[in-house]
């Protein structure tokens, strides 16, 4: 047991601490290296899977999808939370690459809000989300807070190299440390058109597999999972 804030509420706690949150990039970026350097992947790095015990003190908890070397050439159990996953990736991706997209769409995000803090309403980021969504990285050239995140000063090329990194195949996502340094970025064009002014959730991606309530069968085969269920209540016993 750990105790703490998950990373999602020490962020809104502290979105107006620019020095708090930047002390907290590096930890991230130390603790991508560590996991790195031991060929190791949490495979859900999200808000509510890292426990911030201070800025430079960083625990991860529920290790359901972690890889090992010893893992290597088997599937993935699970996928991650979407919110913080490229669009591509399957359940066949599964070796220390998996943390890499998730890592780098954390640092952006605490980089704008360090810049713009009001993002974090404007946004409604939270446990689920960090200012994008999994609607935002299948198609950032039309995403409103692609848009919004571009217009921050300072932050149009990172956010450039961020969403060429979604467009492209889960195999070309760069090295955490590589995006950092703006190496080995794909070359894919991006124009942000979309409009910042509009609602950022007008779209909707559920963050659980989607489920068919009249598939009674269906349903009891994920039994334990979270899930989302479309359906309509008919009966109540």
Same mark, same amino acid.
């Given at each position: ?34 996991? @790195? ?38 599937? *993935? ?11 591509? @990736? ?24 360090? @810049? ?26 039309? *995403? ?54 509009? *609602? ?38």
């Amino acid at each position: 047991w750990v105790e703490g804030p998950t990373l999602a509420a020490y962020t809104s706690d502290h979105r107006h601490d620019a020095s708090a949150l930047q002390a907290l990039r590096a930890s991230l970026r130390a603790l991508a290296a560590h996991l @790195r350097k031991h060929g190791i992947a949490h495979g859900d790095i999200q808000p509510t899977n890292l426990i911030v015990r201070g800025p430079t003190d960083l625990r991860l908890i529920d290790y359901d999808g972690m890889f090992v070397p010893q893992l290597a050439g088997r599937a *993935s159990a699970e996928l991650g939370q979407r919110n913080f996953q490229h669009p591509e @990736r399957r359940a066949c991706h599964f070796d220390a690459n998996l943390d890499r997209f998730s890592f780098t769409l954390i640092d952006l995000a605490l980089d704008a809000i360090c @810049r713009h803090p009001g993002l974090w309403e404007q946004t409604d980021s939270g446990a689920d989300a960090f200012i994008l969504r999994a609607v935002d990285f299948a198609d950032p050239a039309n *995403s409103p807070a692609f848009r919004l995140l571009a217009s921050v000063p300072g932050l149009e090329p990172r956010v450039t190299h961020f969403a060429a990194s979604c467009r492209s195949p889960y195999d070309e996502v760069p090295d955490f440390e590589d995006f950092l340094a703006a190496r080995n970025i794909p070359v894919v064009p991006i124009e942000f058109s979309g409009d910042a002014s509009q *609602s950022l959730r007008d779209r909707y991606v559920s963050i659980h597999d989607v489920v068919d309530a009249s598939n009674f069968a269906r349903c009891c085969t994920r039994v334990g999972d979270q899930v989302e269920l479309i359906g309509r209540i008919v009966r109540i016993v």
